[in-house]
Structure formats: structure tokens, C-alpha cells
């Protein structure tokens, strides 16, 4: 829902310039998390970052700069899917389960 006219303020902080403060202020924590299992994580991190009023060029852009920093090597175009999947040998760095 888009606002079309007027004020609107979450516990006094204005939603229009506090964004970020307002939304805090609401306290939703899901109880668990259900991203499509088909995006990227980069996709999961842009998407989030449009629920706090990041413009997605700017997400893009952030997110690009923090996988930088953090080197998910590999990490940030795979799917959970990609994750999930039972099918693939464990890498070395795994451990292997033995049935």
C-alpha cells in the first residue's frame, strides 16, 4: 500500500524521512524465514534492503561492496536450492557422513 496524501508516523517517527526508526519500532520478527529457495543470496540481501527503503540501484550497489568485504567466495549467486540439493559429494571441507 502506497501512501497518496498526509502524514503518517510509527510511535512519532515520521515513515517518509525515518524509515528505518519507524520500521523498528513495529518489532516483526518472523518465526522463521521464507525466502524463495531459487535466489540468490545477493537477490535475498537486495529484496530485504527494499523493506527499509533502500532504493535497489543503492542495494545493489552496498551489497556488491559488503560480499566484497566479507568473501562469500562462490556464495552470493547460489541458490538455496543450490544449497539444499542431496545430490552433490560433500566437498573435503565437509564432513562426510558415513550410513
Same mark, same amino acid.
Given at each position: 500500500? @502506497?501512501?497518496t496524501s498526509g502524514q503518517v508516523n510509527v510511535f512519532g517517527y515520521d515513515l517518509e524521512k525515518d524509515v528505518? @526508526? &519507524?520500521k523498528r519500532q513495529l518489532g516483526l520478527v518472523p518465526q522463521e524465514f521464507n525466502f524463495n529457495p531459487f535466489e540468490t543470496v545477493q537477490q535475498i540481501v537486495v529484496n530485504q534492503a527494499g523493506y527499509y527503503g533502500v532504493e535497489r540501484k543503492e542495494a545493489l550497489s552496498r551489497s556488491e561492496k559488503y560480499f566484497k568485504t566479507a568473501r562469500p567466495v562462490?556464495?552470493?549467486?547460489?541458490?538455496?536450492?543450490? &544449497?539444499?540439493?542431496?545430490?552433490e559429494a560433500p566437498s573435503d571441507d565437509r564432513p562426510r557422513v558415513d550410513a
Open positions: 500500500m @502506497n501512501k528505518v @526508526n &519507524a562462490g556464495k552470493t549467486q547460489r541458490t538455496r536450492a543450490d &544449497a539444499l540439493r542431496r545430490d
